[in-house]
């Protein structure tokens, strides 16, 4: 996976740089990705398995909401009838 700076990210996004590196370190204290100096800048690289494995968890409680979701929803329509 390629490398992008902190910079790069933040000329990329309409938020501060600051911003974007408060994003950088959640992302980096998660896992997902790493942060390393590389003179004046700092490079940022996704970790494209770990980002899955989010993805899969992610979608694991999309389904559980959906589910409960839809139990509600049932639930209400019976008691309009």
Not at 17 to 20: C, G, K, L, S
Not at 22 to 30: I, N, S, T, W
Not at 35 to 43: D, I, V
């Given at each position: 996976m390629d490398e992008v700076s902190v910079s790069q990210l933040a000329d990329a996004y309409a938020m501060s740089?600051?911003?974007?590196q408060?994003?950088?370190?959640?992302?980096?204290?998660?896992g997902l990705v790493t942060?390393?100096?590389?003179?004046?800048?700092?490079?940022v690289r996704g970790d494209p398995e770990r980002i899955r494995q989010a993805q899969r968890l992610l979608?694991?409680?999309e389904q559980i909401w959906r589910s409960r979701i839809d139990r509600?929803?049932?639930l209400l329509e019976e008691d309009t009838k």
């Open positions: 740089f600051a911003a974007v408060k994003h950088v370190a959640v992302l980096e204290g998660a942060k390393e100096p590389r003179g004046r800048e700092r490079m979608d694991q409680f509600l929803d049932a």
